[in-house]
């Protein structure tokens, strides 16, 4: 029997997974600053501290190595922890506590240890995020044997992706970019997981492949109808989970239309849209396809809102890219800017 589905918001459908896991099981807690405040992280905490009070839901000091250990020993004693970080930024100065305590434990103690931790951080542009609140760091996480990292895209995944983070017993990074919050999506009222590891191909196509991450997802999906009104047919497919990562259903689109762009959230160099590439590489059945990256720009992230039109891919540079891949004799072509725009651009109105 299919449970009732209605459009529900990606900052909601958060909040609503937290507080369905809380209900289920009482080990289940949230920390972090600011989660108890009336702003509630732009939403994604509201109601969980009058639902289930002060014990299972407080704010932390500003010290994330050391509310990070915390949170590891709260995990390691059986409970689970969602430890919520306004910006992914900042998990750097947890950054030995995520990697050498909470990703090792389990292998270093011959599996007698679990860490079911979920790590909530916040990515994003716009209104002055500037060079140390911006940034994608979750190339660095991929890297690190032990840790699962998920980027999901819409309010449905975000729902299921987040209950699925909360009961499995790994560390688990998970990837929020702030102006998805706002987007709607169908999600089904009752609890469901997404499976950890599983690719989705959103729209298919036939001339060429285009992998969204995150946020560019959705920036990818725009550029795919931009690309249509060209003739083009652009496969998209959403990763989801960056760490494990679905590569096999990636190398089977490539397969068919052999050719790949890779749209990241973060940085080309020794990135995610590298790894995925590279697997592509080495598959026997994509050998000699056409491949590209698009990410951030290398330079610190910008303040300006000038800068960041040329900083961070859009739909108008995606469907460019795209075409001159699958069109490389043709003359160079670019879409209207104003047709490239995305709804949620125009009503994102800050980051608080």
Not at 49 to 58: E, I, K, M, Y
Not at 250 to 261: D, K, N, P
Request: with cysteine.
């Amino acid at each position: 029997m299919s449970t009732p589905e209605r459009l529900l918001r990606y900052v909601d459908a958060l909040a609503e997974a937290v507080a369905l896991e809380m209900d289920r099981d009482p080990s289940v807690f949230v920390m972090g600053l600011d989660v108890d405040d009336h702003k509630a992280i732009q939403g994604s905490t509201r109601g969980l501290l009058q639902r289930f009070g002060a014990d299972r839901v407080f704010t932390t000091p500003l010290s994330e190595d050391a509310m990070t250990g915390v949170a590891i020993g709260a995990a390691m004693a059986g409970m689970r922890p969602i430890h919520v970080h306004i910006r992914m930024d900042f998990l750097m100065l947890g950054m030995n506590q995520l990697v050498n305590m909470a990703a090792k434990s389990h292998y270093m103690y011959g599996g007698a240890v679990k860490v079911p931790l979920v790590v909530r951080c916040m990515i994003g542009k716009s209104w002055g995020q500037g060079a140390q609140h911006s940034q994608g760091l979750h190339a660095m996480f991929m890297h690190v044997p032990g840790l699962k990292v998920v980027a999901p895209s819409n309010a449905h995944d975000a729902k299921g992706c987040l209950i699925a983070a909360i009961r499995d017993d790994n560390p688990v990074i998970f990837m929020e970019h702030r102006l998805l919050y706002g987007l709607e999506a169908y999600v089904p009222e009752q609890p469901y997981t997404v499976e950890l590891g599983k690719a989705r191909v959103v729209q298919t196509g036939t001339d060429l492949t285009i992998v969204g991450i995150s946020n560019m997802l959705v920036e990818c999906l725009r550029a795919q109808e931009l690309l249509k009104e060209q003739g083009i047919h652009a496969e998209v497919i959403d990763p989801i989970t960056l760490s494990p990562l679905d590569s096999e259903t990636v190398v089977q689109s490539v397969a068919r239309t052999g050719r790949l762009l890779v749209v990241d959230n973060g940085w080309t160099m020794c990135g995610a849209s590298a790894e995925i590439l590279a697997r592509v590489a080495e598959a026997r059945a994509t050998r000699g396809a056409i491949v590209q990256r698009m990410g951030f720009a290398p330079t610190t992230c910008p303040t300006s809102p000038t800068l960041e039109q040329l900083f961070y891919p859009n739909p108008a540079t995606i469907a460019s890219a795209a075409h001159a891949m699958v069109r490389p004799d043709a003359a160079a072509w670019e879409p209207s800017p104003e047709l490239a725009r995305l709804a949620y651009q125009v009503q994102f109105r800050g980051p608080f």
